[in-house]
C-alpha cells in the first residue's frame, strides 16, 4: 500500500516538472559593440547613441555580435531585437542573425527591414519609411549544439543608427 502512494506521488512529481517552463535569459548589447565592415570609410562613426553612418549617400554593412552564450552546450534563441533610427527616405536598415556552428554549419535568419509596421517588414519593403522602429525577430535562427559565432549581420544606410539589440535565450 505504502509503495503504491510513493509511486503515485512519483508519478505526480514528473508530471509536475514536466510541465515546468524553461528559464528565459535575455542579453542586451548597445549598438557600440557592433563593428563595421570597413572601418576605414570616412563618416561611420559611434555616438552617445550608438553606431552611425553620417554619410550622405548609400549604405554600409555592419556585424553586431551576440556574446554571453556562444559555446554553451544547447543553445535556443527564441526571440531577438535590433533598435534603430532609420534617416535615409530611399533605403531601409535591414537586419538578418547568423549562426555559426563548431561543425562549420552556417544558418541564417529571415531579413527585416525597417518601415512603418511595428517589428519591421519584408527585405526593403517600404525604403521611404524614415523613423525610430524595432526588427522583431521569433525564433530567428532556432537551436544549436555549440555555437562559435551569433551575430545580427545590417545594412546602415546613410543618416542612420543602430541604437542596440538584444537576444532572448532559452535555458
Known sequence: ???????????????LISGVAQAQTTYYYSGHQCQWYDGSVPKLQYSAYGLVNMNSTGWRGAYCPADGYVNSNLVTINSSTVVYYDGA??????????????????YWSPTLSSCSDY?????????????????????????????????????????????????????
Open 1 to 15: 500500500m505504502a509503495s503504491g502512494r510513493i509511486q503515485s506521488l512519483i508519478t505526480a512529481a514528473l508530471v
Open 89 to 106: 527616405s530611399t533605403q531601409s536598415v535591414s537586419c538578418t542573425w547568423e549562426m555559426t556552428n563548431w561543425d562549420g554549419s552556417l
Open 119 to 171: 517589428g519591421g517588414c519584408s527585405y526593403d519593403a517600404n525604403p521611404g519609411f524614415t523613423g525610430i522602429g524595432q526588427l522583431n525577430f521569433t525564433n530567428p535562427i532556432g537551436r544549436s549544439l555549440y555555437p562559435l559565432n551569433i551575430t545580427a549581420q545590417c545594412l546602415v544606410p546613410y543618416w542612420s543608427t543602430i541604437y542596440g539589440y538584444n537576444m532572448t535565450t532559452a535555458q
